[in-house]
C-alpha cells in the first residue's frame, strides 16, 4: 500500500510539472504573435465622414481596417475577441467590438478584417475645428484575446498613435 501511494505521489508531482510547463510553452508561443501593420486608409473617410456630416449628408456607419498580424510560433493561435477605440485627435470617433473568431497560422502572416463603428455624435464642432487646424493624430488601442491552447488564453495589448504617416506610438508584441 505504500508502494502505492509513493506511485501515486510521484504520477501526480510529474502531471502537475508537465501541466505546468506545457501551459508556459502555450504562453511563449503566444508572446511570438505581433501586428505588423495597420491600414490608415481610413484616416481620409473619417475626415470625409465628418465633412458629410456638417454638409447634412449621410455618414457611414462603419468603416474598414485591416491588420497584417504576424504568427511567428510553431502553433496556429486562434483570434477571440478584439476590443479597441479609435481616437481622432483625443475624441473617441469610434470602437472595435469583435467576436469573430480567426485562426493565425504558424509561420505565417494573416490579414484580420475589421470595421470600426463610427460615432460622430458627439464632439462634431471639436472635430471639424482640429480637421480645419489640421496635423491630426490617430489612436487605436485596446486588446485582442489570443488562445493557442484549449487552456491558454492572452490578453494581447495593442496600441498605435500617429501623426500624418509619422507613427508616434507603437505596441503590437514583437515583430523580430
Do not use: H
Not at 79 to 84: H, N
Not at 115 to 124: A, G, I, M, R, T
Not at 152 to 157: D, G, I, L
Amino acid at each position: 500500500m505504500k508502494g502505492l501511494k509513493i506511485f501515486l505521489g510521484l504520477a501526480i508531482g510529474v502531471g502537475a510539472f508537465a501541466l505546468a510547463k506545457y501551459l508556459l510553452t502555450q504562453r511563449k508561443l503566444l508572446t511570438k504573435v505581433c501586428v505588423e501593420s495597420t491600414s490608415l486608409e481610413w484616416r481620409e473617410l473619417i475626415i470625409d465622414a465628418v465633412k458629410a456630416k456638417i454638409q447634412g449628408g449621410s455618414i457611414p456607419t462603419t468603416i474598414p481596417l485591416e491588420l497584417n498580424m504576424r504568427n511567428a510560433s510553431d502553433v496556429d493561435v486562434e483570434v477571440k475577441e478584439i476590443d479597441f477605440d479609435i481616437y481622432f485627435d483625443d475624441i473617441n470617433v469610434g470602437s472595435i467590438k469583435s467576436q469573430q473568431e480567426s485562426v493565425l497560422s504558424a509561420n505565417s502572416i494573416s490579414t484580420l478584417e475589421l470595421d470600426v463603428d463610427l460615432d460622430l455624435k458627439d464632439n462634431l464642432l471639436d472635430l471639424t475645428l482640429n480637421i480645419f487646424a489640421g496635423d491630426n493624430t490617430l489612436e487605436i488601442f485596446g486588446n485582442m484575446k489570443l488562445k493557442a491552447s484549449i487552456y491558454e488564453e492572452y490578453n494581447y495589448p495593442y496600441q498605435l498613435k500617429v501623426q500624418g504617416s509619422k507613427i508616434l506610438k507603437r505596441r503590437s508584441g514583437d515583430c523580430k
